[in-house]
């Protein structure tokens, strides 16, 4: 695994949120409305309720950083590989390629793909370039484009997401559904001949971010089950398998483990999705994974068709009985019908 030697303005954080005011200083923006784009046809969402907020990472970073470099307690060791992890009855040893350390507890935050289920299983896979244009577009800068120009390339879903920034500055994204990993140089490639259509060029380029994201299912038999060893992130299943979200989850485990450590001095670990929303999202992950060339249909029909509060309370994970029945008439149902008989 790659170690980090140094924090970078490498990627960024969205969510719908009300009066947000955990995050409030280090917010860069919010839109009023969202939007999903098929064939020339647009469906503007916008919620009396929500916000949809934009953090950079650098912000986050810095405003972690600094409250360890406040802590006497705390310290943050960059460019060290971890080589092992040795259990002994009491305390860990976690040896480095530069030291060794001890301790208690154990919290294990790195990505490893091995541990999620073959099926239902796809790659979220997604790069953006920050630009400012030197031409102007037809974008409203109080509207976020979450799912623009839905289309099949190749058997993968691909789709735009645009946010307006600032009025001359954009992060354009291209986000790929596959069940194959999809390499950096075709999605970026793609990027630039959609950014080509869009401004002929005429743009700087400020940034890149560039990730992929495990859609799927954690088995929790591949799970370390050791006492005090703990994990977060991707190995506890925190990322949304039919979104890919998991920003405000992880916040929320976070703020709840610190407080759980300091009580009883160890970790708190990731509640248990309720029963419906691992059903639903499983049934939609493998409608999708089936029968990917039916994607943008089901997304577009989907937004055509539910309530934004709904639709956000679903997205974080805070939907009611009310708000999954609602989710369930939205679905195109013949499409969803066919691919579950077929499969």
Partial sequence: MRKKKKYFDDKSWCFWEKNNKEFENIIEKSWDSFSFNLKGKTN?????????????????????????????HISLKLGETI?????YKSYYKVITCKNIYLSKNILDTRPNINVFKKKPFMYQTFIGYEIKILKKIRLDQSNAYIMHNMHIDSNNFYFEYILPLKNDVFLFELTAFSNKKISFKIIEHKLKKILSTY?????????????IIPMGFVDTKLIKNYKNYYVSGSLAGSIRPSSGYAFLDIQKWANE???????????NILNKSEYIKYYLDKIFLKVISSNITMAPKIFYHFSKNIIPNTFIRFMLGRANIIDYIKVIYSMPKRIFLKCLIKN
């Avoid at 503007?44 to 006497?72: E, G, H, M, W």
């Avoid at 080589?83 to 259990?87: G, V």
């Avoid at 401004?199 to 990730?211: V, W």
């Fill in 257 to 267: 483990s610190t407080n759980n450590l300091k009580k009883y001095g160890n970790l």
């Fill in 83 to 87: 080589k092992d992890i040795i259990r």
């Fill in 44 to 72: 503007f969402l916008a919620s009396n309720q929500y916000k949809y907020y934009y953090i950079r990472s650098i912000n986050f970073y810095k405003s972690i950083i600094d409250k360890i470099l406040n802590c006497s």
């Fill in 199 to 211: 401004l002929h060029n005429s743009y700087k380029l400020i940034r890149k971010e560039y990730g």
